[in-house]
């Protein structure tokens, strides 16, 4: 269900709640997704939140509410369960209008400029020092661990596809690996994590040297700049070996 559904309902219940409780703030208006589906596709609980402060019954708080609601093509109907629970249930086209967005948008689609060019922090694995550790904490490290290793790699594959200097990518490159090794160490990793700023000095790397001056590469491209790249650092890689291989030779001879 996207957001432009959720946040039309919203609008829509916070229209109602300005006719029944103009006293009210709308941003206790919140929306969840039901667990069974006969409840509908979203269920707002406001009119049991309220029912204490206005000194009402929740149900018939609900009730009203509802009643109170402005038409939408997008409602299919709205309905009061339990003590007071508002379950929401939409049409399809509602439903169906984010294939319109999609195909509107096309690479734009799912772009958003609310940071407005700010770095941002994924934090994850809240876990509670002083309580046992679960199943759920692993699965979320492993989780927000990905999501950041998928951001770095979008920007050194942003960097490929704006045809930045392979100097730089590499440096982009070895600065993952960097945080990767040494992130892994206890304490140390941490502090290093949070020093360390790889992602900023890529992006800072990758829009200082973008080449405005000529289209993104395409797939094939970005896919041999990548195999440019892992060659590099490869040969890199075993000339580093060779010399550490050398070197404890040479120190078992003089022995």
């Not at 609008?11 to 589906?37: C, N």
């Not at 990758?206 to 289209?215: E, F, H």
């Amino acid at each position: 269900m996207s957001a432009e559904i959720k946040s039309h309902l919203t609008e829509l219940l916070t229209r109602a709640l300005a006719k029944v409780a103009p006293q009210q703030p709308g941003s206790l208006i919140s929306l969840e997704r039901p667990k069974q589906a006969q409840h509908g596709d979203f269920s707002c609980p406001a009119a049991m939140q309220l029912a204490r402060a206005l000194k009402r019954n929740p149900r018939e708080l609900a009730l009203e509410l509802v009643a109170a609601l402005p038409p939408s093509e997008w409602l299919e109907r709205a309905e009061v369960a339990g003590n007071g629970f508002i379950n929401l249930r939409v049409r399809p086209a509602a439903k169906q209008h984010i294939v319109k967005t999609i195909l509107s948008e096309g690479d734009r689609y799912g772009r958003s400029e609310s940071a407005g060019g700010r770095p941002v922090i994924v934090e994850f694995v809240s876990a509670n020092p002083t309580g046992p550790l679960h199943v759920g904490h692993g699965r979320q490290a492993a989780l927000g661990d990905a999501i950041g290793a998928l951001l770095s790699s979008w920007i050194v594959i942003g960097a490929m596809r704006h045809r930045v200097p392979l100097i730089h990518i590499v440096r982009m490159v070895i600065n993952v690996l960097l945080d990767l090794a040494i992130g892994e160490l206890p304490v140390v990793g941490d502090i290093f994590d949070i020093a360390f700023e790889e992602n900023l000095m890529n992006m800072r790397l990758l829009m200082r040297y973008r080449d405005r001056s000529r289209p993104p590469r395409s797939f094939a491209g970005i896919a041999i700049a990548a195999f440019v790249i892992v060659g590099i650092i490869a040969a890199f890689a075993v000339a580093g070996i060779a010399v550490l291989v050398a070197a404890a030779v040479w120190i078992a001879n003089q022995r």
